[in-house]
């Protein structure tokens, strides 16, 4: 496949969380006359969006038993072949990766073909992958200031561009925050990322029937539960008297996101990105188990900001959430404060600094690398 169109590869897989910046990068790069194409494993085909998608197979060294780590390496090896075969055939003037092990057979192929690479990081702690893939990449994009893991030769090739949203959430970045009426209803949204959250079906029910009756019937509350979790969190409102509006998922996160007053969330960088694009304030329970535990590192940083509560999830009770539901709603200025600092902590324009930074990296390269797309092609 040949082309005269400047074409860049999107590695990206897993997550949401992974895929969503590459969404968001791929519009800008669209505007930019840059043809778009996103290599992501069976995970991530669904998605892509309109881009032209390419499924490779993803691995790395993961895995806790030797089988496992053999199984990996070979699903690494398969997804080097399938990567080297479409790179050679897509030419590509650069690939951008967004971490997951589903990222790594095609910047490890771009890179062995002289193909170059930037790659983003979304999280506060960069990821397994990305310090993996660290040290092939031109530059690094990172989502926040101050990212724990870099290589100590790092400094040089390092860019904040801020986390790519989808351009749904950053028309919304100049919408103003507007607390609770005086008596009036309180807006809290409760989203689990893309895999949902059975703790806070367990404990919010709770936490609400602790509070004050005055206070609950002011709560209108949209909650993401799993698929096999909404009967019985149903239920568990049912009993203590509330309606809420409880779906497994949401296509109108924005703006429903735009309307909270409050949102209850894990600490995912997706979220993360979206909650200060929007400038929500936001009580931030992260995933205990993330890798790295890097939803922690996410949250502090926020909370650190301003613009969130964390509370770890071996914290999360009932009595504790109540109490902070409390707080918050009995000193409206708390949540105009922590939105305003959310929304600080946000990085305007971050897709476009990444687009950019992208066109900077193929305007540096030899010209017969962004012709050809690297030794593949020659």
Same mark, same amino acid.
């Given at each position: 496949?040949?082309? $005269?169109?400047v *074409?860049v590869?999107?590695?990206a897989?897993?997550?949401g969380?992974?895929?969503?910046?590459a969404?968001?990068? #791929? /519009?800008?790069?669209c505007?930019?006359?840059?043809?778009?194409?996103?290599?992501?494993?069976?995970?991530?085909v669904?998605?892509?969006?309109?881009?032209?998608?390419?499924r490779i197979?993803g691995?790395?060294?993961?895995?806790?038993?030797?089988?496992q780590?053999?199984r990996?390496?070979a &699903?690494?090896?398969?997804?080097l072949?399938? #990567?080297?075969?479409?790179?050679?055939?897509?030419? @590509?003037? =650069?690939?951008?990766?967004f971490? /997951?092990?589903? /990222?790594?057979?095609?910047?490890l192929?771009a890179?062995f073909?002289?193909i170059?690479?930037?790659l983003?990081?979304?999280? &506060?702690?960069?990821?397994?992958?990305?310090?993996?893939?660290?040290? *092939? =990449?031109?530059?690094? #994009?990172?989502?926040f200031?101050v990212?724990?893991g870099?290589p100590?030769?790092?400094?040089? *090739?390092v860019?904040?561009?801020?986390?790519p949203?989808?351009p749904?959430?950053?028309r919304?970045?100049?919408?103003?925050y507007q607390?609770?009426?005086?008596?009036?209803? !309180?807006?809290?949204? +409760?989203?689990?990322?893309?895999?949902g959250?059975?703790?806070?079906g367990?404990?919010?029910?709770?936490?609400v029937d602790?509070?004050?009756?005055?206070?609950?019937?002011r709560l209108?509350?949209?909650q993401?539960c *799993? @698929?096999e979790?909404l009967d019985a969190?149903?239920?568990?409102?049912r009993r203590?008297?509330?309606h809420?509006?409880?779906?497994?998922?949401f $296509?109108?996160?924005?703006?429903?996101?735009?309307?909270?007053?409050?949102l209850?969330a894990?600490?995912?960088?997706?979220?993360?990105?979206?909650?200060?694009?929007?400038?929500c304030?936001?009580?931030? +329970? @992260?995933?205990p188990?993330?890798?790295?535990?890097?939803?922690? #590192?996410?949250?502090?940083? !926020?909370?650190?900001?301003?613009?969130a509560w964390? !509370?770890?999830? &071996?914290?999360?009770t009932?009595?504790?959430?109540?109490?902070?539901?409390?707080?918050?709603? =009995?000193? @409206?200025?708390?949540?105009?404060?922590?939105?305003?600092?959310?929304?600080?902590?946000?990085?305007?324009?971050a897709?476009?600094?990444?687009?950019?930074?992208?066109?900077?990296?193929i305007?540096?390269?030899?010209?017969?690398?962004?012709?050809?797309?690297?030794?593949l092609?020659?």
């Amino acid at each position: 496949m040949t082309s $005269d169109r400047v *074409r860049v590869v999107l590695a990206a897989g897993g997550t949401g969380g992974h895929v969503f910046p590459a969404e968001a990068l #791929a /519009s800008q790069l669209c505007e930019r006359g840059v043809e778009p194409v996103l290599f992501t494993d069976h995970r991530g085909v669904s998605f892509h969006g309109e881009m032209q998608v390419r499924r490779i197979r993803g691995g790395g060294i993961a895995g806790k038993t030797l089988s496992q780590r053999a199984r990996s390496m070979a &699903a690494l090896g398969t997804g080097l072949l399938e #990567a080297s075969w479409a790179l050679r055939r897509l030419r @590509p003037s =650069a690939v951008v990766g967004f971490g /997951s092990y589903a /990222s790594v057979p095609t910047v490890l192929a771009a890179s062995f073909a002289g193909i170059p690479v930037i790659l983003h990081e979304q999280n &506060a702690r960069l990821g397994r992958a990305n310090r993996l893939l660290a040290r *092939r =990449a031109q530059r690094i #994009a990172t989502a926040f200031d101050v990212v724990a893991g870099l290589p100590e030769d790092s400094a040089h *090739r390092v860019v904040r561009t801020g986390m790519p949203v989808r351009p749904s959430f950053a028309r919304l970045r100049d919408r103003a925050y507007q607390p609770p009426e005086p008596g009036g209803a !309180i807006r809290v949204l +409760v989203l689990g990322g893309s895999q949902g959250a059975r703790v806070f079906g367990d404990v919010l029910p709770a936490a609400v029937d602790r509070l004050n009756a005055r206070l609950r019937t002011r709560l209108l509350i949209c909650q993401q539960c *799993r @698929p096999e979790s909404l009967d019985a969190v149903e239920d568990a409102y049912r009993r203590i008297g509330i309606h809420v509006e409880l779906a497994s998922f949401f $296509d109108d996160v924005p703006q429903r996101l735009a309307s909270a007053h409050l949102l209850i969330a894990r600490a995912g960088a997706s979220t993360i990105a979206e909650i200060t694009a929007v400038g929500c304030p936001a009580v931030l +329970v @992260p995933y205990p188990f993330a890798a790295d535990d890097h939803q922690t #590192a996410n949250a502090q940083a !926020i909370a650190e900001a301003g613009g969130a509560w964390l !509370i770890p999830q &071996a914290a999360l009770t009932p009595e504790g959430l109540a109490a902070r539901l409390e707080e918050v709603v =009995a000193h @409206p200025q708390m949540l105009c404060d922590a939105a305003a600092a959310s929304r600080a902590a946000g990085f305007e324009r971050a897709a476009g600094r990444l687009a950019d930074l992208v066109l900077e990296v193929i305007g540096s390269a030899p010209r017969e690398t962004i012709i050809t797309g690297g030794r593949l092609a020659a």
